[in-house]
């Protein structure tokens, strides 16, 4: 069988993008989402993103990690999503309203980049040295002084198993300050378990982490997020106990488009 795919990336998280709508993907055969994704013997990506119909929006994503299982929301993901949704021809006026793994999404492409809306914040844990946050998957924050030294594969898989944090495994970030708006960010996902050069939910939950961090008040923040692989930028509006109106900015980028076996 050949499958048709497309190569994107999100501030150098990249992914396999697959038009679904006639379901014809096999998303149960884990080893073969592995095999796609590897980067030695597949095409190579952190993920593989089908799009599939929906009857009540644009379209549907389902998401799954470089491990080959069904993961929760990529934020970075996303917004490649709705880039491949344009290229399809599947938007109007450059908007649209999809569904993924943890609810709905608005999104809006202006230029080259892609303004995505997250769901609401609501579960953080202020813990001893770091913050728990569910920003549509579990991230661990950690402020360090040291980010372009340290080595976020061993000290990320030092969090990223123990199950006293979080029973089916946590994503681990490490800011560093830049200014009072800003920070550098480097992360380690589940799933992928690796360092991958950025991150979308864990940039949108290091963003709410460094504003409580910094003892921010004001309702509107905004912030700008240095990952390896680019800029993105992490929108909210603070509230009693939660975070709404998040967004994530930044570019999505088509690389190339193929043909593979499988």
């Known amino acids: 069988m050949q499958l048709s795919f497309f190569k994107y990336h999100g501030t150098g998280n990249d992914f396999i993008l697959i038009d679904d709508r006639m379901l014809h993907f096999p998303a149960e055969d884990h080893q073969l989402i592995r095999n796609l994704c590897h980067r030695r013997f597949g095409i190579g990506a952190d993920g593989l993103i089908l799009l599939q119909n929906h009857a009540d929006f644009d379209f549907q994503m389902r998401y799954f990690n470089?491990?080959?299982?069904?993961?929760t929301m990529c934020g970075n993901g996303g917004r490649c999503t709705v880039a491949f949704a344009a290229e399809l021809g599947l938007l109007e006026n450059e908007k649209t309203e999809f569904i993924a793994v943890d609810g709905v999404h608005q999104a809006e492409i202006s230029a080259d980049r892609i303004r995505l809306r997250m769901s609401d914040v609501t579960r953080i844990s202020e813990l001893k040295n770091y913050f728990l946050i569910d920003s549509g998957s579990p991230h661990l924050v950690i402020g360090v002084e040291n980010l372009q030294d340290l080595n976020v594969v061993e000290e990320g898989r030092k969090h990223r198993y123990n199950k006293s944090i979080a029973e089916n495994g946590v994503n681990v970030n490490f800011i560093h300050v830049v200014d009072n708006d800003s920070f550098k960010i480097r992360?380690?996902?589940?799933?992928?378990?690796?360092?991958?050069?950025?991150?979308?939910?864990?940039?949108?939950?290091?963003?709410?982490?460094?504003?409580?961090?910094?003892?921010?008040?004001?309702?509107?923040?905004?912030?700008?997020?240095?990952?390896?692989?680019?800029?993105?930028?992490?929108?909210?509006?603070r509230m009693p106990e939660r975070f709404v109106q998040v967004y994530l900015t930044g570019p999505a980028v088509r690389v190339f488009e193929g043909k593979i076996s499988i």
């Open 66 to 71: 470089a491990d080959g299982f069904e993961s």
């Open 187 to 237: 992360t380690y996902e589940r799933g992928v378990e690796d360092e991958t050069l950025s991150c979308g939910t864990g940039s949108v939950a290091s963003a709410i982490a460094f504003s409580i961090m910094q003892g921010k008040t004001e309702a509107e923040q905004h912030f700008r997020v240095h990952a390896p692989g680019g800029l993105l930028e992490v929108s909210f509006i």
